[in-house]
């Protein structure tokens, strides 16, 4: 089944302690991208990757980091999670950047920082 | 950035057709017109697109005005299922989400 998977679903850290959240596609896809999505703001982008080894800023990057060694994997990083980074975050990936394709979402990441 | 406005909520009742409206006065001409959705507890999911002309698939049917600074997803016929929250998003390059509209399907 084509999927994008996201681990873990559920955490619950404390301030400083640095976490990775996992994100995985089955879907050969290039473009692979993270959200965090907030209450009365909606979903927004904070790293995208057009390709293994290309990554760049989306609107908000301040206090994430990203990888993207293999094709298939774009893990979100935080080096000193904060609570202001408490969210729920999704990972999404795409065939190409193009803007008629549909993106693929993965089930989203709870995460809370205290 | 390109900019989308819908109404924050909609009720419909189950089996009958839902209009969901979006304004896209900005629109360039390259933009493309997206629709996605997102059921309680999950991702978005992708609904449909269109440029120019209207767009059918299995999940809905996409209206877009000629001057395309409006669009209409329309859902023939509503099930419990459909209630989500809808995003109607001009893919500049990049998927920008908005609020949303929350529908809500009543028996």
């Known amino acids: 089944e084509a999927q994008v998977t996201q681990n873990p679903r559920y955490l619950i850290t404390v301030t400083g302690k640095k976490l990775t959240v996992t994100c995985s596609q089955n879907?050969?896809?290039?473009?692979m991208s993270w959200y965090r999505q907030d209450p009365g703001l909606g979903l927004r982008q904070i790293y995208y990757?057009?390709?293994?080894?290309?990554?760049d800023k989306g609107d908000v990057p301040e206090g994430y980091k990203v990888s993207r060694k293999e094709k298939r994997n774009f893990p979100l990083i935080l080096e000193s999670p904060s609570p202001n980074q408490t969210s729920l975050y999704f990972c999404?990936?795409?065939?190409?950047?193009?803007?008629?394709?549909?993106?693929?979402f993965g089930p989203g990441t709870r995460l809370t920082v205290l | 950035d390109a900019k989308t406005t819908q109404p924050n909520s909609m009720e419909s009742n189950e089996e009958e057709p839902v209009h969901l409206p979006c304004n896209h006065s900005t629109i360039s001409g390259t933009d493309y017109i997206h629709w996605y959705r997102q059921l309680p507890s999950q991702g978005p999911e992708y609904v449909i697109h269109?440029?120019?002309s209207n767009v059918n698939n299995r999940m809905a049917s996409l209206a877009i005005a000629e001057d395309r600074k409006s669009s209409t997803l329309i859902l023939h016929r509503a099930t419990l299922r459909d209630a989500a929250v809808y995003y109607c998003?001009?893919?500049?390059?990049?998927?920008?989400f908005g609020t949303g509209t929350r529908l809500q399907v009543f028996p």
């Open positions: 990757s057009m390709n293994v080894e290309v990554t």
């Open positions: 999404a990936s795409t065939n190409s950047g193009s803007r008629w394709n549909e993106q693929f």
């Open positions: 879907m050969n896809h290039e473009y």
């Open positions: 269109g440029l120019t």
């Open positions: 998003i001009l893919n500049t390059d990049k998927l920008i």
